[in-house]
């Protein structure tokens, strides 16, 4: 379970996340849903562990994940997959593997699992170099699952994905959640959250401006739908700001 | 289980193996200053009476540059290039630490930059031993140890700063850029040493202006190991932490993974 609360973090003038809060539950997939700039993968970054946050706390299965050995309890996918391209998928999986604290025969037990669950069998062993961006991604979900982490965090995966990939990748999302991974993903395409997230944080100018399941919020901002609820809450000009659910 | 930036170490040594390309230019760049040597040695001016002082000079200026050379490339791939390709952050989103992070690719760059380093030499003795004037073939003992004591340390400082140089850049391009600047620095300070020596003193445990005393002197017959060159070596390889806590705070910057 993942746990933020008042997350505050500036870059000179600008509040890229002003006062965030929500809680990410076990066995749910939580979207971030925000335009470019509404501090989506600030505030994935600030979980990782990567970005300070100013103020505010995180807690990692009601414990602090400032630490180090926090960040075992949790898978990153972050926005650019960046994996090492003259490396091969399986050395690319086992060197992260290898940083979560796996080695010997449980290591590869465990690489061999990541492989088999993205279905990369076939090219585990070639260099990266020349991957397709679907198959780039897949080396780097997969890396972020080596460890087997309670807790995953995806930022934009689907960008630039073919539909069968993004299939593909929504079918082991489902199986994760079933298997109690609590997920919280970025993303700006409304089909996929609808489709995939048991709740919603609607982002905007680096606060929430929503927090529900999508009906809710579809009812909460009197909208046909997912896109069209975004828009109304993205603008805060335009509506009043629907408070979330508490 | 190995530490951390042993892992890290490991990996880096790996994937640079496979850059054939940053390889062959690296051993390029270090052969080079044997193959100047030995091209000058083979000519008719080589035999002149004068010419053993000049490739003396030469020499020591290739050995000291060199000691810069190998670790360069690899700690523009690691450090800037990890940065644009935007594998810098998923690395720093594992249970490892900053520190973790720079010394492993700290340790890789600097094993490149022994490597070179050694080539040089090796080039060098084999030079001095087949072709150069008899004068200098009684030296060749004494630069292999040299090198060790003074020239070993000083890549370490080499690899720090450049591991520094090239986490400080945002690009390939630039760190390559700022990386030339730094290859300068044992490149004039040895020429200009070349050119007017300092008499023994203080700065000769101060790192390249130290390395290019204790060469000189090395090939012209000083003793092979002396309490300076050690004390040299010692402040040259402490020396190397200080780029590295730097580099340390560059990667805990949140900027990285803005």
């Known amino acids: 379970m993942i746990e933020v609360e008042g997350l505050h973090k500036r870059y000179g003038a600008v509040a890229a996340v002003d006062g965030v809060s929500f809680v990410a539950p076990d066995g749910q997939i939580t979207g971030l849903l925000g335009a470019n700039g509404a501090g989506k993968t600030t505030t994935l970054g600030m979980i990782c562990g990567v970005v300070k946050p100013d103020a505010g706390t995180i807690r990692l299965d009601g414990a602090a994940a400032a630490t180090i050995e926090m960040r075992r309890r949790l898978g990153a996918l972050p926005d650019h997959q960046g994996i090492y391209s003259r490396l091969t998928a399986r050395e690319n999986i086992r060197f992260f593997g290898q940083l979560h604290g796996l080695s010997g025969a449980g290591l590869e037990d465990r690489v061999q699992a990541a492989v088999s669950l993205l279905g990369l069998v076939a090219i585990a062993d070639r260099r990266t170099a020349g991957f397709s961006q679907g198959e780039r991604m897949k080396v780097a979900l997969a890396r972020a699952l080596v460890h087997d982490p309670p807790n995953l965090l995806l930022d934009e995966p689907t960008n630039g994905l073919d539909v069968p990939t993004v299939r593909t990748l929504r079918r082991l999302l489902e199986d994760l959640r079933a298997r109690g991974t609590c997920i919280v993903f970025s993303s700006h395409v409304m089909e996929e959250v609808s489709a995939l997230c048991d709740t919603v944080v609607i982002l905007a100018g680096g606060r929430v401006v929503a927090a529900g399941h999508p009906h809710e919020i579809c009812r909460g901002t009197a909208c046909a739908s997912l896109d069209d609820a975004f828009m109304r809450l993205s603008n805060a000009e335009e509506v009043p700001v629907w408070l979330p659910r508490t | ?258």
């Open chain 2, 1 to 258: 289980m190995a530490a951390a930036h042993v892992i890290i170490a490991r990996k880096e040594i790996v994937d640079h193996l496979r850059d054939r390309r940053s390889l062959a230019s690296t051993a390029a760049y270090a052969l080079m200053g044997p193959a100047i040597v030995m091209l000058v040695s083979l000519s008719p001016e080589g035999q002149d009476k004068e010419m053993p002082v000049i490739m003396l000079g030469m020499m020591s200026v290739f050995a000291l540059v060199s000691t810069f050379v190998g670790g360069m490339n690899i700690a523009i791939d690691v450090m800037s290039g990890e940065r644009e390709r935007r594998s810098l952050v998923p690395l720093l989103m594992t249970p490892v630490t900053p520190r973790d992070v720079v010394i492993g690719k700290w340790m890789a760059a600097s094993i490149f930059g022994l490597g070179a380093l050694g080539l040089n030499v090796a080039g060098l003795v084999i030079v001095l031993a087949l072709g150069a004037p008899a004068t200098l073939v009684t030296h060749a003992a004494l630069l292999a140890s040299w090198a060790i004591l003074g020239l070993g340390p000083l890549t370490l400082l080499g690899a720090s700063l450049e591991i520094l140089v090239a986490g400080l850049s945002r690009t390939m391009k630039e760190a390559g850029t700022s990386l030339t600047l730094v290859l300068f620095a044992p490149m004039i300070i040895g020429m200009f040493m070349v050119f007017f020596p300092v008499p023994d003193g203080w700065w000769s445990v101060v790192p390249i202006v130290g390395q290019q005393i204790v060469i000189d002197a090395g090939l012209r017959g000083g003793p092979a190991v002396s309490l300076p060159v050690v004390v040299l070596g010692l402040v040259t390889a402490g020396c190397a932490w200080v780029p590295l806590a730097a580099a340390e705070r560059v990667l805990s910057r949140d900027d990285l993974a803005a």
